[in-house]
């Protein structure tokens, strides 16, 4: 027993075990209720009753909402994601070069996305979309005169939801320096040396030389833009509207579980989402052997 | 060295479970008003809040729905029964309309409900028929909750399945309240309780040729409910179905909603969109409409806050008459899971029967429904208050009927509704079709739940 207790290993698992705890109390056990009460029908207030795939078959041939709130979330991804990327490399190649204010630029640039996600900004968002928000009031020092809603309007309002995450493409941009800074110098004197023109430096030195972190950045978003709720929540006050153009996913499952009391149809749901995030994922990794160049690995 | 390692991190782990380990039990209950799973709701070691003897010191959490006002006065009810009772200390919760439902159910969820809770028609079926509410009546047999002044009529409207699920607090009826002044600036006459849509309609292109609108919007499931009524139909039916047959009539209702609409007599859709949903913001009280179509209790919320005198007004006939009916404004309820069920049932017997809380409420939940009670604050009575309460008795008269409380599973079909006359709104779909088409889900959504 002695010679147990005084086994590395052991100590070393004593002091992860309030993690361990934590982690399969409040990440295990949840993820697998969840799954268990995919199965069921659970208003929350009495105890669950099995029915089966029942919720699954549901969702799928049955729910014309959730396929359309599937149909605004792709959308949502598809847009924002590489618009948020393509912003990020773009500032982040435009700081890496200037030296004057560069860090104050930085912070500015970032700042958005340390707030972006809160409930405040969303409200600010409201503020500025509105019809007579900041938005409108730009639009008309040029001339242009719209009292129109952005967000109230059916084809505008996933844009105001795309912008915002657009708007903190900061996260991104600073991973992104991080990576041009790692770029030894040496292989642009090289190419230049060679005779390669800006554009060629460009396409054949630094893109290859950052496209793990662009694989990185691609992932992390492209998972966090499928869960995105609080800005849905907040700017459309829950509604998903006008018209169900900014129901994203995670707000009709919000509605199932605490609107209509419908537990196991949103645990269902959230399974889904989890498989179609795992797919993506998936694919995004697959095809990543074509574009992505490990410099450890060597030239393929 | 590594047998102290051990030993230090054995004491580490045990001060990380107690630090991080969930509730603790005796732990006074932290803030009111979060939404994650909550702390016990009460600390009382031991008691269990008798009236009698030595009184241990209670909590008991209270929380309703409002506007500023409303909050504004219901704390000052509450500091006068803290007064009276020293030994009860009550915490109260509070939110708009909509919010304040969405943090009640994760609360049920995690059985930590507060002790008294406002409660509303809409809902009271989804609560009371999963078990989280108290059946009133045998407090009111044993005279804890004081009905001696009370109709039974009043008591029926919550009741649901024969148990007292909650006390109505005051009685009100759908209203349209109106701006007298704006009518007549347009060129039209002060509608009288006669009017009918078709006055409506006219009234409103009076007033959009002065740039005004009729109201900012007409709540659906109150008045196509009504209209329903008025033709002798209904829109729930008491076994927990859809009650009308006749589709037409959903669609009559709704084509005259939408040439209004069209017509530019409503808000537009975009930018009711924004709105929060409170009196501080419609239309009527911000001066861009001469209508609210409400209910009565909302009058004096709604008259203080436009500061001009306004009207009260029963909804567009013809059949008025069929189509009103009395009902709870709010209520109270008491839940199951309150550890001091019987000073909560004293609590809500205040509210209910004592005069000089409701010295301060002055009617603004709803008329009173005990008799003593409105007889001692009448001469208190604002004329809006009074106005008020003349109305709700001009409805008694009127009303041939009670209406049916929304069934469970009522949510997800107001819900449907709504999107419908979106749709409807923006051209995606006929009145027609949209019909039949809320026949179909809405008859789906209702069996669903009945199961």
Same mark, same amino acid.
């Given at each position: 027993?002695?010679?147990?207790?005084?086994?590395?290993?052991?100590?070393?698992?004593?002091?992860?075990?309030? &993690?361990?705890?934590?982690? $399969?109390?409040?990440?295990?056990?949840?993820?697998? #209720?969840?799954?268990?009460?995919?199965?069921?029908?659970?208003?929350?207030?009495?105890?669950?009753?099995?029915?089966?795939?029942?919720?699954?078959?549901?969702?799928?041939?049955?729910?014309?909402?959730?396929?359309?709130?599937?149909?605004?979330?792709?959308?949502?991804?598809?847009?924002?994601?590489?618009?948020?990327?393509?912003?990020?490399?773009?500032?982040?190649?435009?700081?890496?070069?200037?030296?004057?204010?560069?860090?104050?630029?930085?912070?500015?640039?970032?700042?958005?996305?340390?707030?972006?996600?809160?409930?405040?900004?969303?409200?600010?968002?409201?503020?500025?979309?509105?019809?007579?928000?900041?938005?409108?009031?730009?639009?008309?020092? +040029?001339?242009?005169?719209?009292?129109?809603?952005?967000?109230?309007?059916?084809?505008?309002?996933?844009?105001?939801?795309?912008?915002?995450?657009?708007?903190?493409?900061?996260?991104?941009?600073?991973?992104?320096?991080?990576?041009?800074?790692?770029?030894?110098?040496?292989?642009?004197? %090289?190419?230049?040396?060679?005779?390669?023109?800006?554009?060629?430096?460009?396409?054949?030195?630094?893109?290859?030389? $950052?496209?793990?972190?662009?694989?990185?950045?691609?992932?992390?978003?492209?998972?966090?833009?499928?869960?995105?709720?609080?800005?849905?929540?907040?700017?459309?006050?829950?509604?998903?509207?006008?018209?169900?153009?900014?129901? !994203?996913?995670?707000?009709?499952?919000?509605?199932?579980?605490?609107?209509?009391?419908?537990?196991?149809?949103?645990?269902?749901?959230?399974?889904?989402?989890?498989?179609?995030?795992?797919?993506?994922?998936?694919?995004?990794?697959?095809?990543?052997?074509?574009?992505?160049?490990?410099? #450890?690995?060597?030239?393929? | 060295?590594?047998?102290?390692?051990?030993?230090?991190?054995?004491?580490?782990?045990?001060?990380?479970?107690?630090?991080?380990?969930?509730?603790?039990?005796?732990?006074?209950?932290?803030?009111?008003?979060?939404?994650?799973?909550?702390?016990?709701?009460?600390?009382?070691?031991?008691?269990?809040?008798?009236?009698?003897?030595?009184?241990?010191?209670?909590?008991?959490?209270?929380?309703?729905?409002?506007?500023?006002?409303?909050?504004?006065?219901? !704390?000052?009810?509450?500091?006068?029964?803290?007064?009276?009772?020293?030994?009860?200390?009550?915490?109260?919760?509070?939110?708009?309309?909509?919010?304040?439902?969405?943090?009640?159910?994760?609360?049920? %969820?995690?059985?930590?409900?507060?002790?008294?809770?406002?409660?509303?028609?809409?809902?009271?079926?989804?609560?009371?028929?999963?078990?989280?509410?108290?059946?009133?009546?045998?407090?009111?047999?044993?005279?804890?909750?004081?009905?001696?002044?009370?109709?039974?009529?009043?008591?029926?409207?919550?009741?649901?399945?024969?148990?007292?699920?909650?006390?109505?607090?005051?009685?009100?009826?759908?209203?349209?309240?109106?701006?007298?002044?704006?009518?007549?600036?347009?060129?039209?006459?002060?509608?009288?309780?006669?009017?009918?849509?078709?006055?409506?309609?006219?009234?409103?292109?009076?007033?959009?040729?002065?740039?005004?609108? !009729?109201?900012?919007?007409?709540?659906?499931?109150?008045?196509?409910?009504?209209?329903?009524?008025?033709?002798?139909?209904?829109?729930?039916?008491?076994?927990?179905?859809?009650?009308?047959?006749?589709?037409?009539?959903?669609?009559?209702?709704?084509?005259?909603?939408?040439?209004?609409?069209?017509?530019?007599?409503? !808000?537009?859709?975009? *930018?009711?969109?924004?709105?929060?949903?409170?009196?501080?913001?419609?239309?009527?009280?911000?001066?861009?409409?001469?209508?609210?179509?409400?209910?009565?209790?909302?009058?004096?919320?709604?008259?203080?806050?436009?500061?001009?005198?306004?009207? +009260?007004?029963?909804?567009?006939?013809?059949?008025?008459?069929?189509?009103?009916?009395?009902?709870?404004?709010?209520?109270?309820?008491?839940?199951?899971?309150?550890?001091?069920?019987?000073?909560?049932?004293?609590?809500?017997?205040?509210?209910?029967?004592?005069?000089?809380?409701? *010295?301060?409420?002055?009617?603004?939940?709803?008329?009173?429904?005990?008799? *003593?009670?409105?007889?001692?604050?009448?001469?208190?009575?604002?004329?809006?208050?009074?106005?008020?309460?003349?109305?709700?008795?001009?409805?008694?008269?009127?009303?041939?009927?009670?209406?049916?409380?929304?069934?469970?599973?009522?949510?997800?079909? +107001?819900?449907?509704?709504?999107?419908?006359?979106?749709?409807?709104?923006?051209?995606?779909?006929?009145?027609?079709?949209?019909?039949? *088409? &809320?026949?179909?889900?809405?008859? %789906?959504?209702? %069996?669903?739940?009945?199961?």
């Amino acid at each position: 027993m002695k010679r147990l207790l005084e086994h590395d290993n052991v100590v070393g698992y004593v002091y992860l075990s309030p &993690f361990i705890l934590g982690f $399969l109390i409040f990440t295990l056990y949840p993820i697998l #209720s969840s799954f268990y009460y995919s199965f069921t029908g659970y208003n929350l207030m009495e105890s669950p009753n099995w029915i089966g795939l029942e919720n699954y078959r549901t969702m799928f041939l049955d729910d014309e909402k959730l396929i359309k709130s599937l149909k605004v979330t792709f959308t949502y991804v598809f847009a924002s994601v590489p618009l948020r990327l393509g912003f990020a490399l773009f500032v982040a190649l435009l700081l890496y070069r200037t030296v004057s204010g560069a860090g104050f630029y930085r912070a500015a640039y970032y700042l958005p996305s340390l707030i972006g996600g809160s409930v405040a900004v969303s409200i600010m968002w409201i503020q500025v979309f509105g019809d007579q928000g900041l938005v409108n009031a730009m639009l008309g020092l +040029i001339g242009i005169h719209t009292s129109m809603s952005w967000i109230g309007n059916p084809s505008t309002s996933l844009g105001t939801l795309i912008a915002l995450s657009v708007w903190q493409f900061g996260s991104s941009m600073l991973i992104f320096l991080a990576g041009l800074k790692n770029i030894p110098q040496t292989y642009y004197e %090289a190419a230049s040396v060679d005779g390669a023109n800006r554009f060629q430096r460009f396409f054949k030195v630094t893109i290859p030389l $950052l496209s793990p972190i662009m694989l990185f950045n691609l992932i992390m978003q492209t998972i966090s833009a499928f869960m995105t709720f609080t800005p849905a929540y907040v700017i459309t006050r829950g509604e998903g509207g006008p018209l169900d153009t900014t129901l !994203l996913y995670s707000l009709y499952l919000f509605r199932r579980a605490f609107t209509f009391f419908q537990m196991g149809y949103a645990s269902a749901m959230a399974w889904v989402m989890l498989l179609i995030i795992g797919l993506i994922t998936f694919i995004l990794f697959k095809t990543s052997v074509y574009w992505v160049h490990y410099e #450890s690995k060597g030239e393929k | 060295m590594r047998r102290f390692a051990f030993v230090l991190a054995l004491m580490l782990l045990l001060l990380a479970a107690f630090g991080c380990g969930g509730n603790e039990p005796g732990s006074s209950s932290g803030p009111s008003a979060n939404t994650d799973t909550g702390t016990p709701a009460s600390p009382a070691p031991g008691g269990n809040g008798n009236g009698s003897g030595n009184q241990e010191n209670i909590t008991l959490r209270f929380a309703w729905w409002g506007g500023q006002s409303r909050h504004d006065y219901t !704390l000052k009810m509450i500091e006068m029964y803290e007064k009276q009772h020293p030994h009860v200390k009550i915490e109260p919760e509070y939110a708009g309309f909509d919010d304040y439902w969405k943090k009640l159910v994760p609360q049920a %969820a995690a059985n930590d409900l507060p002790d008294v809770i406002q409660m509303s028609v809409a809902y009271v079926t989804e609560f009371a028929e999963r078990g989280q509410l108290v059946d009133l009546a045998e407090y009111m047999e044993q005279g804890l909750l004081d009905k001696s002044s009370i109709p039974d009529s009043y008591l029926e409207i919550g009741r649901h399945d024969g148990k007292q699920y909650q006390i109505t607090l005051g009685v009100n009826a759908l209203a349209v309240i109106a701006d007298p002044q704006m009518i007549e600036d347009a060129g039209g006459t002060v509608p009288t309780e006669q009017w009918t849509w078709d006055d409506l309609e006219e009234l409103g292109a009076k007033l959009k040729a002065k740039g005004k609108m !009729l109201t900012a919007t007409i709540d659906h499931r109150n008045f196509l409910n009504y209209y329903l009524r008025s033709k002798g139909q209904s829109l729930f039916s008491p076994d927990g179905g859809l009650g009308y047959t006749d589709d037409g009539l959903f669609a009559e209702y709704f084509t005259r909603y939408k040439r209004m609409y069209d017509n530019g007599y409503f !808000l537009s859709l975009d *930018k009711f969109a924004q709105k929060k949903g409170i009196p501080e913001d419609d239309e009527m009280v911000l001066g861009n409409a001469a209508f609210s179509f409400s209910w009565s209790n909302l009058f004096v919320a709604d008259s203080a806050l436009a500061k001009r005198p306004l009207d +009260i007004l029963p909804p567009p006939g013809p059949d008025a008459d069929q189509g009103l009916y009395l009902q709870s404004s709010q209520g109270l309820s008491v839940t199951q899971n309150s550890k001091h069920k019987e000073e909560a049932v004293k609590f809500v017997n205040f509210f209910i029967n004592d005069i000089e809380a409701n *010295k301060i409420m002055l009617g603004e939940r709803g008329v009173p429904i005990s008799s *003593k009670v409105q007889e001692a604050i009448k001469p208190l009575l604002s004329p809006e208050s009074s106005k008020v309460v003349d109305y709700i008795a001009r409805v008694g008269e009127m009303v041939t009927s009670g209406n049916v409380i929304d069934p469970v599973g009522g949510v997800e079909v +107001i819900k449907l509704l709504n999107d419908l006359a979106e749709q409807i709104a923006y051209n995606a779909i006929t009145p027609e079709e949209a019909a039949a *088409k &809320f026949r179909k889900e809405a008859t %789906a959504i209702l %069996a669903k739940n009945k199961s």
